[in-house]
């Protein structure tokens, strides 16, 4: 009897003190989903992280192994830039001239950009460097993209973008890219979630030493992976073209300057001829751009036809940004339109810098070192991510799962709107939904075979003890 209003008094304080948790269903859901994504998209993330550290840092190797060709020693005046590409032009009469740009550094070479060169891959240009102030060639190679890549870095974006196994190749960064912000998001609810005692790293061993390494790196890193996934599916394949066209809807596309020769100068003089001499010339059109306020680097395009005009575009991705655009009627040099990146709309700007933040070019060397950091730090937290796993198993040659039926403890409240947004956003992020709805079958299927078996054996050992069992 004396036992009775002890026990009554001391049951109501027990759930009256955490009240932590309508949210602590999803823990066992989130620990099953991190641990399966982790192990499974782990080897295409370690591929993504390895080339990507090797991307950042092939910037600053770029200026050392092609230091002949991009720089030259600064002198007084440079030469007008249709002397410089004709230097060019004489050095490599093949192809048709592209593009010409110009640098902002007093060292670096003027650059002729020169397509449909044999043996030049079609994506790809033929750079001619060519010394500004003596009209010398220093060599050319080939250049990709729109940041002046040359044949080192072209290889490494190359492997980190597909593996060089072109479009299909591109899967592979995009499953990356898809997967990065679940895994990166569900470690941080998870961090969250635990104790602050179990967070300590120092004085521990084993098993919750690694965890901690592996939790603290995580949350330190965790915006950084959410940034890198966000903008590296702006460009994707499929989820790419779904931002696309959202942001087009929105009307928030990235918009283009109108570059077509109308009224009575269309059809004026003949198609670009391949050496930058169409119409006024390209000293001509550089001026006309340099009065809109377009400073250097800028890249020149001649026109592709007769009825097109030249374009004359910033290419300085740093911080701040010089994108604006201008375009100038061949015959006359009169500028016809003009683009200020600072009309973009908002969506556009931050494609923008977003993609160039993700490739290395916003805050130059700043930038580079970071992205290697993250780089780093993503390897180690999948070494210390299999690493736990394999402390996991008891011992076996792997480490145990997480054991399956979360999803049953989650609410419905909670449960159906979380379905739903997995619904919507596997449609926008294709190789997030579909391997998601894959794994969520096979799970399904393997549970259920398992508890059949089970409930099998414990009924074989039923009739042979002849006592029920309880299912």
Not at 250 to 260: D, E, F, K, R, Y
Request: proline share 7%; glycine share 12%; aromatic share 8%.
């Amino acid at each position: 009897m004396p036992t009775a209003p002890t026990t009554t008094t001391a049951e109501p304080s027990r759930p009256a003190a955490p009240d932590p948790s309508r949210w602590a269903p999803l823990r066992p859901l989130v620990l099953r989903l991190h641990f399966y994504a982790g192990v499974l998209v782990a080897p295409f993330l370690l591929v993504a992280a390895v080339t990507g550290f090797l991307y950042a840092a092939s910037f600053q190797a770029e200026r050392i192994v092609y230091a002949q060709e991009t720089t030259v020693p600064a002198g007084d005046s440079k030469l007008p830039i249709g002397r410089q590409v004709a230097a060019a032009r004489g050095a490599h009469p093949e192809g048709t001239l592209s593009a010409v740009r110009l640098s902002a550094e007093e060292d670096a070479t003027t650059r002729v950009l020169l397509s449909g060169v044999p043996g030049v891959d079609e994506d790809h240009v033929l750079a001619v460097f060519v010394d500004p102030y003596t009209g010398r060639v220093r060599g050319a190679l080939e250049q990709y993209g729109s940041t002046g890549a040359l044949p080192l870095r072209t290889w490494i974006d190359e492997f980190h973008r597909d593996l060089h196994l072109g479009e299909n190749g591109r899967l592979y960064s995009e499953l990356a890219a898809s997967w990065l912000w679940v895994i990166a998001g569900g470690g941080l609810v998870l961090w969250c979630a635990r104790r602050r005692a179990q967070r300590k790293v120092r004085g521990t061993n084993g098993r919750r030493r690694t965890l901690g390494l592996h939790g603290t790196v995580g949350v330190w890193t965790a915006v950084g992976f959410l940034f890198l996934s966000a903008t590296g599916l702006t460009w994707s394949t499929y989820a790419g073209a779904n931002i696309d066209e959202l942001r087009t809807s929105l009307g928030q596309a990235t918009p283009s300057i109108s570059a077509t020769v109308g009224g009575e100068h269309a059809g004026h003089g003949s198609a670009a001829r391949g050496d930058g001499r169409h119409g006024v010339g390209l000293d001509r059109v550089l001026a006309a751009a340099r009065a809109e306020g377009l400073t250097d680097p800028v890249e020149i395009v001649p026109p592709a036809d007769a009825s097109s005009a030249y374009v004359v575009r910033q290419i300085e991705r740093g911080w701040p940004g010089k994108q604006d655009a201008v375009a100038v009627e061949p015959a006359t040099g009169e500028v016809l339109d003009v683009l200020r990146f600072a009309d973009y709309p908002v969506l556009a700007k931050l494609t923008r810098w977003g993609i160039d933040l993700h490739t290395g070019v916003l805050f130059g060397p700043v930038n580079q070192i970071a992205l290697m950091g993250l780089a780093l730090s993503l390897v180690l937290l999948i070494v210390w991510g299999y690493r736990m796993w394999w402390q996991r198993g008891r011992a076996g040659m792997f480490g145990r799962p997480v054991p399956r039926g979360a999803w049953r403890q989650v609410p419905p409240q909670i449960l159906v709107p979380g379905m739903a947004a997995i619904a919507v956003l596997g449609y926008f992020v294709p190789l997030l939904g579909i391997p998601l709805a894959a794994f969520l079958v096979v799970d399904v299927v393997l549970g259920e075979i398992a508890h059949r078996r089970g409930r099998g054996s414990r009924g074989g050992r039923t009739a042979r003890s002849g006592t029920p069992t309880r299912t």
